[in-house]
């Protein structure tokens, strides 16, 4: 079923049972999540490939399907068979409780996948393990981010007011709130920048993103022949590159 037909039809039930439907259901998963209802998250993606590809299916129904972030494949693959993720990944998926940093039972339910597939959520920064194998063997691992997250930490942005943006094919702003999730009137995504540490509080961050911006310069130079660059000179903080 598609989900704006299943808002409309049977809209998302609360734990006391309340449905809300329509415009308040919509609501009550962004307000969960910090996303829209949108392909671009995991959710969807795995409910797409379930519904396509039976052997995903079947793993599902066998409860033998693991499922997670980039993060989540290559530690598993690391770490001996771990299946762990952190805040700032999980809260790309449209299953993470932006509040409680765990996976929401409202948002499993609506989306009808169990949380036996999902990775366990730990912090950022801690020592998850050690390398099982290879010339790096006994090396630790002890610190994960997601991709536009790990560009805020890069760049110092830790506190509240702090911002990044980051230019590759497209472009991405977050901006640190520090501990409270700001949920945007305007399109912004709510997100976790990264949790410092075990038990420690989140930190969170409003993104705005562009899809396209140095692709699209990049493409407007080599067909339309619109732009003659000879050199890019790039400014931030002080730091010329040229």
């Given at each position: 079923?598609?989900?704006?037909?299943?808002?409309?039809?049977?809209?998302?039930?609360?734990?006391?049972?309340?449905?809300?439907?329509?415009?308040?259901?919509?609501?009550?998963?962004?307000?969960?999540?910090?996303?829209?209802?949108?392909?671009?998250?995991?959710?969807?993606?795995?409910?797409?490939?379930?519904?396509?590809?039976?052997l995903?299916?079947?793993?599902?129904?066998?409860?033998?399907?693991?499922?997670?972030?980039?993060?989540?494949?290559?530690?598993y693959?690391?770490?001996?068979?771990?299946?762990?993720?952190?805040?700032?990944?999980?809260?790309?998926?449209?299953?993470?409780?932006?509040?409680?940093?765990?996976?929401?039972?409202?948002?499993?339910?609506?989306?009808?996948?169990?949380?036996?597939?999902l990775?366990?959520?730990?912090?950022?920064?801690?020592?998850?393990?050690?390398?099982?194998?290879?010339?790096?063997?006994?090396?630790?691992?002890?610190?994960?981010?997601?991709?536009?997250?790990?560009?805020?930490?890069?760049?110092?942005?830790?506190?509240?007011?702090?911002a990044?943006?980051?230019?590759?094919?497209?472009?991405?702003?977050?901006?640190?709130?520090?501990?409270?999730?700001?949920?945007?009137?305007?399109?912004?995504?709510?997100?976790?920048?990264?949790?410092?540490g075990?038990?420690?509080?989140?930190?969170?961050?409003?993104?705005g993103?562009?899809?396209?911006?140095?692709?699209?310069?990049?493409?407007t130079?080599?067909?339309?022949?619109?732009?003659?660059?000879?050199?890019?000179d790039?400014?931030?903080?002080?730091?010329?590159?040229?």
């Amino acid at each position: 079923m598609h989900y704006e037909t299943k808002l409309k039809e049977q809209g998302v039930r609360l734990p006391d049972g309340t449905v809300k439907k329509g415009e308040e259901g919509r609501e009550i998963i962004t307000r969960t999540s910090g996303l829209p209802i949108s392909t671009y998250f995991s959710a969807i993606k795995l409910r797409w490939m379930m519904h396509h590809h039976p052997l995903v299916q079947e793993a599902y129904d066998n409860d033998t399907l693991l499922v997670g972030t980039i993060d989540s494949w290559i530690l598993y693959h690391l770490l001996d068979k771990q299946h762990i993720t952190d805040p700032s990944n999980a809260s790309r998926t449209l299953l993470l409780d932006l509040d409680s940093l765990t996976w929401s039972d409202t948002l499993l339910e609506f989306f009808e996948l169990k949380k036996s597939i999902l990775p366990r959520v730990v912090s950022s920064s801690e020592v998850y393990g050690e390398l099982k194998d290879g010339p790096l063997k006994g090396v630790r691992i002890s610190g994960i981010a997601g991709d536009q997250q790990a560009a805020l930490v890069g760049n110092k942005c830790f506190k509240n007011g702090e911002a990044k943006c980051t230019y590759g094919t497209g472009a991405f702003l977050l901006f640190c709130t520090g501990a409270r999730v700001v949920r945007s009137s305007h399109g912004l995504i709510s997100t976790i920048a990264f949790q410092p540490g075990p038990g420690s509080n989140p930190v969170y961050a409003l993104e705005g993103s562009s899809e396209s911006t140095l692709s699209t310069s990049s493409h407007t130079t080599t067909h339309a022949n619109l732009l003659q660059w000879r050199w890019l000179d790039l400014r931030f903080n002080g730091y010329g590159i040229q």
